[in-house]
């Protein structure tokens, strides 16, 4: 059995399954070597399925797809679903879908699910799978249309569940935001996440470098 105290592997991958800049910029805090692959997967919702539900369902998909291409690796996947009412908020891809987001969230709570899987395709591992939905509560200004346009028209977050990048300009929507994980908006929960690296052995002080690209 691989416990945290098990000397991690030289050989061993960690593996972030996910194309998304922010995720990457997240990860890389830990200094902790690790590549990227893109799990190109269906993320449409299932009829019926609540917002949390799919972005658990999606994070474990994601992770799961891509260990199994990389036998011995550790891989994390996450998925972000938004919810007004249990009503589910996607990635606008384009500016209108975008101002109609902003424009119907504006003034009121929106739930972000940031749901968090980890993987461990090595051998005998203790951990296989880990898996946890990390809310975060927003509540947006209730700002004038000529408003919100502009803020798309500077930073177009077109890829950005919500329509908004809180890691930018996009805090300025925001009147204030409740969650036990401040990265967890941001879209990938590393508070949540260290402590499962950790169950998998992932040291984070050793002046060794644990992990190999």
Aim: proline content about 7%; glycine content about 6%; overall charge negative.
């Amino acid at each position: 059995m691989l416990s945290s105290d098990t000397p991690f592997s030289s050989s061993a991958r960690l593996i972030l399954a996910s194309g998304s800049v922010y995720r990457q910029e997240l990860l890389q805090r830990l200094q902790i070597p690790f590549s990227c692959v893109s799990p190109n997967i269906d993320e449409t919702p299932l009829p019926g399925e609540l917002p949390q539900e799919t972005a658990l369902r999606l994070a474990q998909q994601k992770a799961q797809h891509v260990a199994r291409q990389h036998a011995g690796s550790i891989v994390i996947g996450s998925d972000q679903v938004a919810a007004l009412d249990q009503l589910q908020i996607g990635k606008p891809g384009n500016h209108q879908r975008a101002l109609e987001q902003l424009m119907l969230m504006r003034g009121r709570e929106v739930i972000f699910h940031t749901a968090l899987c980890v993987t461990d395709s090595r051998e005998h591992a203790e951990h296989p799978v880990q898996l946890v939905n990390v809310q975060t509560r927003v509540t947006m200004r209730n700002l004038p249309e000529h408003e919100l346009d502009a803020y798309l028209r500077i930073e177009q977050p077109y890829d950005c569940a919500g329509s908004a990048k809180n890691e930018g300009l996009g805090i300025a929507l925001l009147e204030s935001v409740v969650s036990d994980d401040p990265t967890a908006l941001t879209g990938l929960p590393m508070i949540a996440l260290t402590g499962m690296l950790r169950r998998c052995g992932v040291p984070f002080f050793s002046t060794a470098q644990p992990l190999s690209r």
